[in-house]
């Protein structure tokens, strides 16, 4: 093929570290393989001569070994590659090479052209506690649960919970819009009940609806949440794209503190060798695309997840990212005294408590374990 | 908790067969937990009494042995739980427990209560072939490429493509909006290269622009696809969220047919024991969201998938889905006679034969190749 004519790009660069399954010469292959199969997906041997091969084909910048057959590799892309879009971000990321096994995108290095597209998130953790009024403590939030409820008997429980000092009081995220428990009916309802329980106790306790909705009807819900009184929205982003959350995050007319929730995206995490590492899923990737705290599982509990991976998506929310806040981790799970001073010993003070179905154990009374758990909180752990 | 008020609901449910790793115990322990996790999420002696635990808890139908630490499960759920939105209705089959190890969605039979919510395939195989004004042989499709050219010299290519008889003609799914071949330059260029094409050679070929755009841009984009010209639509629902596939696919005013890339989805169908079937996320989850065609690589080339997931995916292509018109699989790489004739015994004769970068192999001589192909697809493989 011919000489391809001079791109003009500016320079600038991105990169991300995978890490590589296979030994030393198949994870070299591998290296070389992201490099093509990310940007011109194309043969080297056809490659035009030119900037296409000197500045499109992804470069390998670093590459050593970390484990036994476990080797990383720095792979920087001309920004230019990724536009100026999240989705075309991901696609050169995580594009076609998500379909090969024994690549994992540990990290990505994203430089201000990239990083000031992206607002990320309106709140972020200060923003977040100043909604709830709550400064010194961690925060908890907890859910309306369970499924097959109506709209009355969770306005009731969150009343309670909001009466019993639980900050942000959410839907479980299996609540969407289901004929025993409709969406327009449910959030009212909720909404007005956490309101009345703030007057009662002077609280700033905040109502989040599950808003996840098909991509005509998102917006549209995120918006009847906030006439209703919802105080923050939950989505989940593994259902509604996570350029959906983006595109609420940047609402200025919205204004909402955003929370993403996990389901779904289990697959991408599940596996040591190939997929998102929890650190960019959970931390970068969610940042980027405007969470203001993020759901996932605490360790030890009914989900798979290891101290360390929780450990890095700590890191992960508020490592330097540009100008991006950083966001509030929530780990779910967990509400002994020891859990929770574990929790302080992985993310400081900066996280969010969420307790499921264990907040409705104990004696059955939801709002004496609301303030039992918000004490054991304001006592440090 | 008190008992729970009636219900109502239909009675009708939809089943999902998941595969579970682990022994015996372990096995019959993730079936229970998918009932409750993906339902009520809520500790079972904790729900009220009545039609919650009875109507709402997913119910395990049957659970057999299929090889060594390998089981299979049908749990059926009340189809009330998915609502009527295709989001939900994922949310239900895999939300939560995607997080969890060990749990593989193999199928899922859907009643006609939701799968007259979905119109699915707008084009389907003979749609989408009449389109093209081709019935007899299967399909050929090839990419624009390299990243990194322009858009005059994409749209010369899509030029010698069309004049050599490929049937579509689409964008590199790494094509986007980049500052060195924007998309609204691109895409009237290309169309109008190949709508010249057919008129010299009285053929029906289609140029498919890649669509893939942030979720505020995407439908702008496909209305400004179909205004230049475009004859389908090529999406990455990994990306996009596989609502947004939904949304266009049943757009009156759009009416073009969709094509779905793979990308970003690999995580989902890498794992043996995690993740999603190649029969439900290629056949059956593609079909519902709408996708006249789906891309997935054939075996054998530079990605990981083997014979008998590829015979899943044409199965899962056109199994019988209520109304569903059935889909075309388009296997990518490969364009040999032997492998030409493996797929008609993979796929019979409604398959699209993707080629990308060893179209430009063989003498350099792009019209040439792509009347070698078609030839030999003539030819009857």
Do not use: W
């Amino acid at each position: 093929m011919k000489k391809t004519p001079h791109l003009s790009l500016s320079g600038a660069r991105f990169s991300v570290s995978y890490s590589l399954s296979g030994n030393k010469k198949e994870a070299l292959a591998k290296a070389k393989d992201i490099c093509y199969e990310q940007t011109v997906e194309f043969p080297e041997d056809l490659i035009p001569e030119g900037d296409i091969g000197k500045e499109i084909v992804g470069q390998a910048e670093s590459f050593k070994k970390i484990g036994v057959n476990h080797y990383q590799v720095h792979i920087s892309f001309a920004v230019e590659t990724a536009g100026t879009e999240l989705t075309q971000l991901l696609n050169v990321i995580f594009g076609n090479i998500s379909l090969k096994p024994g690549i994992k995108v540990e990290k990505a290095e994203l430089p201000a052209q990239i990083l000031n597209l992206f607002p990320g998130p309106r709140f972020g953790q200060a923003g977040l506690r100043k909604v709830v009024q709550v400064h010194q403590r961690p925060l908890v939030c907890t859910a309306l649960k369970p499924m097959g409820l109506g709209p009355k008997e969770l306005a009731e429980q969150a009343r309670l919970f909001a009466l019993g000092g639980i900050d942000i009081i959410k839907d479980d995220h299996g609540l969407a819009d289901q004929p025993f428990c409709p969406f327009k009916e449910r959030i009212p309802r909720c909404a007005e009940a956490v309101r009345k329980a703030n007057r009662q106790s002077g609280k700033s306790s905040i109502y989040m609806p599950n808003i996840t909705a098909p991509a005509d009807l998102l917006r549209e819900r995120a918006v009847f949440a906030k006439k209703s009184g919802a105080g923050a929205l939950l989505i989940i982003p593994g259902l509604t794209g996570l350029d959906s959350m983006r595109l609420l995050a940047s609402d200025h007319n919205l204004n909402l503190p955003l929370v993403s929730h996990p389901a779904f995206l289990g697959s991408f995490v599940t596996s040591r060798q190939n997929g998102l590492s929890h650190y960019f899923l959970y931390g970068q990737l969610m940042r980027l695309a405007g969470a203001d705290a993020v759901i996932f599982p605490h360790y030890g509990g009914r989900f798979s997840i290891s101290r360390e991976e929780c450990s890095e998506i700590g890191r992960g929310c508020g490592d330097r990212m540009g100008e991006l806040k950083p966001t509030f981790p929530v780990p779910g799970g967990g509400m002994t005294r020891k859990s929770i001073e574990d929790m302080h010993a992985l993310y400081g003070r900066d996280f969010i408590l969420l307790i499921g179905g264990e907040l409705h154990r104990r004696n059955g009374d939801l709002l004496e374990n609301s303030r039992f758990i918000v004490n054991m909180l304001e006592g440090g752990g």
